[in-house]
């Protein structure tokens, strides 16, 4: 069974920082592209962050870009969305995702999806 789990959400002030992480099984990290995105209340869902399954080619949103960094780690078969800087608008629950090799901006996409962890940015 393919599966991804978020895990690092929470409560954080304006300009602070937090790591999400996304344990994934059932599958091989050097064979999916993994994916966060974020939906707010009342709003789509977004892509913010991609890494291809090489692990050498990333993309960000231009909101979250220079603030955001994507990282996986095959081993651990993990991945990762560090979180600098950040602002209230990136409130919002935050979904790991997984699909075959590349990359796609269309949530329709990817066929793994995990339940989504909370981030509120607050003060």
């Known amino acids: 069974q393919l599966q991804v789990v978020e895990s690092g959400g929470g409560l954080v002030q304006p300009g602070g920082s937090l790591r999400l992480s996304c344990a994934v099984s059932?599958?091989?990290?050097?064979?999916?592209?993994i994916a966060w995105f974020r939906q707010a209340p009342g709003k789509e869902r977004e892509r913010i962050s991609c890494?291809?399954?090489?692990?050498?080619?990333?993309n960000y949103a231009d909101s979250v870009k220079g603030r955001f960094t994507i990282s996986r780690d095959s081993g651990k078969k993990a991945a990762y969305l560090q979180m600098s800087s950040l602002k209230v608008e990136d409130t919002a629950v935050y979904y790991c995702?997984?699909?075959?090799?590349?990359?796609?901006?269309?949530?329709?996409?990817?066929?793994?999806w995990g339940q989504g962890t909370q981030v509120t940015v607050s003060s």
């Open positions: 059932g599958f091989t990290l050097n064979l999916y592209a």
């Open positions: 995702a997984g699909r075959p090799l590349v990359c796609s901006d269309s949530p329709a996409d990817y066929d793994i």
């Open positions: 890494i291809h399954s090489s692990g050498l080619t990333t």
